[in-house]
């Protein structure tokens, strides 16, 4: 299972700002590492949200922000619209895995 | 505009061998590391494995070191993966994902991504 761990589910009504958690350690979020979210809406691949914690790509409306303080991390999406329905996911590297790890994911619902 | 595109899935029986491809586009390939990023039917995100952009560093997640081997044709702009012993739990969609980031690659984030495909493992 993932070292990463983030609410199974939020939900929200349109217009309410929602926040996900991504809860690490000291092997991970906690060392240093960078924190970035992704997006998948059903049926299609990942797309990056949030880059370096709190960096948004080109593109991507700035309803969406990250932030990051000590072993854990945040998304938050501001003014909820119905096209946010998705899974999303933090991504970080862990020194004791030596690799890239994922959060468990978090389905947000649009009420 | 950048493209990915995986090829190469499909059934496979326990203990058996499969090769993916990506082929890559529209961003200069060898300038950059890469990574297979799998995802069981109805689960999350796993990440697999990743190479340098020379091909010299590979890394793999501990669920498949030692079956699994990355590697890259900067010549042909693709990228595989080397599945074998494969076993029930590596069914998955595999998207292949070109990486970014400043400084180590201890930092990287996923910037593009492929649409998949999907390797079944099955009797």
């Known amino acids: 299972q993932s070292v990463l761990t983030q609410p199974p589910s939020v939900s929200g009504a349109p217009g309410q700002r929602v926040t996900i958690s991504c809860t690490g350690s000291?092997?991970?979020?906690?060392?240093?590492?960078?924190v970035h979210w992704y997006q998948q809406l059903p049926g299609t691949a990942p797309k990056p949200l949030i880059y370096?914690?709190?960096n948004r790509p080109s593109g991507v409306p700035d309803r969406f922000s990250g932030s990051k303080s000590g072993t854990s991390a945040s998304l938050a999406i501001s003014g909820l619209q119905a096209e946010d329905e998705a899974d999303y996911y933090c991504?970080?590297?862990?020194?004791?895995?030596?690799?890239?790890?994922f959060g468990t994911g978090t389905k947000v619902t649009v009420l | 505009e950048v493209q990915l595109l995986e090829s190469g899935g499909g059934l496979v029986q326990p203990g058996g061998s499969l090769r993916l491809s990506c082929a890559a586009s529209g961003f200069t390939f060898r300038s950059y590391a890469m990574s297979w990023v799998r995802q069981a039917p109805g689960k999350g995100l796993e990440w697999v494995s990743a190479?340098?952009?020379?091909?010299?560093?590979?890394y793999y997640a501990d669920s498949v070191k030692g079956r699994f081997s990355i590697s890259r044709d900067n010549s042909k702009n693709t990228l595989y993966l080397q599945m074998s012993s494969l076993r029930a739990e590596d069914t998955a969609v595999y998207y292949c994902?070109?990486?970014?980031?400043?400084?180590?690659?201890?930092?990287?984030?996923?910037?593009?991504w492929g649409q998949g495909t999907l390797v079944t493992v099955s009797s």
């Open positions: 994902a070109k990486a970014r980031g400043s400084g180590s690659y201890v930092q990287y984030y996923f910037d593009f």
């Open positions: 000291s092997s991970n979020i906690g060392a240093g590492y960078d």
């Open positions: 991504q970080s590297y862990d020194s004791s895995l030596s690799g890239y790890v």
């Open positions: 190479i340098s952009g020379s091909g010299g560093s590979t």
């Open positions: 370096g914690n709190s």
